[in-house]
Each structure stands twice: as structure tokens, then as C-alpha cells.
T-cell receptor, first 108, second 114 residues
């Protein structure tokens, strides 16, 4: 089966850096994806880590450690528009499933 | 434009009245999936389909049916809706179910069952 753990809520100040952690358990692990969802909107793909290490895409970076079944999403230079829910989603032998997500609130 | 289209976007219905939420994708994706989203519970998978005529249950399949007769369409059927099926529903598709797949989501269908 699969299990996922993410913090339910995170609050950070505009301009700061925030890290959202994800621990997972899945059979036949391939990689870890991250999705963003604004209130009232649909989830949208942010990043994917198939290998250990850091992937950087602009202000967002994502990290994976296969041996620790752990990953994180790093958001730098936070902006108010980054207030959203963030979901990690491990892919493996069973199709992609999502957890409860982390609600990020960016405050001035 | 590559997209996943869901209809209806909003629906209010009554208990027991059968309804279908349609989902169509124009990207020739093999994998399609339905999720429901409820406050505090995240995205829960209802059913998924790896390809035409191949469907399987997700985490919360009770009360729902699906079919995949064509690659592009994956309708969600509620034979006898009940109030606990009031939720926000998302259809999504991707090239495959594994690897560096990128799920493309529809805009969502907000369903209220009275």
C-alpha cells in the first residue's frame, strides 16, 4: 500500500524561504511529484524528482532522498501568490495518489 | 489547446437521481483518473483507468461507477447519489500511470446532493 505524511499547515512571511516536507511509503517507487492548488482551482504540476538530489525551477526547488523515503519542496522569495495547497505524490507500481496536502499561508 | 474538460462544472441534484459527470481529454493520454476533494481530506482517488476498457478502484470507489470505452473519455457515474457524495470532483489524465508522468487536471465539478 501507500502512505504519505505532510504537515497540514505552514505559515511564512513574504520574501522568506519555506520548506514543505514529505515522507512516503509506496511499492515499486519511481519518483516524487509536487502539485500546487490555489483555492477554487485545479491542482497543477510543479516538479518531479526521479533521482536523488535537488531539482531547481526558478524560485521552487524539490529534493528527493530515496533511501530515506523523503522529499521536500523549497519555495524561495515567497510571494503572496504562493499561498496555496501543496501536494506531494509518489509514483510507483500503483497509480499516483495524493495525500491531504500542506496549506501554505504567506503573510505580509 | 491541450486540456481535460469536465461537465457539468456545477450541479445541484437530489438523492437518488442518477447523474453522470463527463471527462474528456485531447492529449491521447492512456491514464485517466477521478478524485474527490473534501475539506481537510485532500485528494482521494475514486477510480482510475490505465487504458481503454481497463478500470480499477481507487481509495473511495463506493457509490461510483466508471467506464472507458474510448481513450479520450472517462465518465463518472453516480447511480443513486447520496448527500455524502457532495464534493468537488476532479478528473485528470497523463501519458502513463508511472514514472515522470504529469497529471493534467480538469477544472473541477462541484456537486451538491440534497
Amino acid at each position: 500500500g501507500q502512505s504519505l505524511e505532510q504537515p497540514s499547515e505552514v505559515t511564512a512571511v513574504e520574501g522568506a524561504i519555506v520548506q514543505i516536507n514529505c515522507t512516503y511509503q509506496t511499492s515499486g517507487f519511481y519518483g516524487l511529484s509536487w502539485y500546487q492548488q490555489h483555492d477554487g482551482g485545479a491542482p497543477t504540476f510543479l516538479s518531479y524528482n526521479g533521482l536523488d538530489g535537488l531539482e531547481e525551477t526558478g524560485r521552487f526547488s524539490s529534493f528527493l532522498s530515496r533511501s530515506d523515503s523523503y522529499g521536500y519542496l523549497l519555495l524561495q522569495e515567497l510571494q503572496m501568490k504562493d499561498s496555496a495547497s501543496y501536494f506531494c505524490a509518489p509514483s510507483g507500481n500503483t497509480p499516483l495518489v495524493f495525500g491531504k496536502g500542506t496549506r501554505l499561508s504567506v503573510i505580509a | 489547446e491541450a486540456q481535460v474538460t469536465q461537465n457539468p462544472r456545477y450541479l445541484i441534484t437530489v438523492t437518488g437521481k442518477k447523474l453522470t459527470v463527463t471527462c474528456s481529454q485531447n492529449m491521447n493520454h492512456e491514464y485517466m483518473s477521478w478524485y474527490r476533494q473534501d475539506p481537510g481530506l485532500g485528494l482521494r482517488q475514486i477510480y482510475y483507468s490505465m487504458n481503454v476498457e481497463v478500470t480499477d478502484k481507487g481509495d473511495v470507489p463506493e457509490g461510483y461507477k466508471v467506464s472507458r470505452k474510448e481513450k479520450r473519455n472517462f465518465p463518472l457515474i453516480l447511480e443513486s447519489p447520496s448527500p455524502n457524495q457532495t464534493s468537488l470532483y476532479f478528473c485528470a489524465s497523463s501519458y502513463s500511470a508511472s514514472g515522470a508522468n504529469v497529471l493534467t487536471f480538469g477544472a473541477g465539478s462541484r456537486l451538491t446532493v440534497l
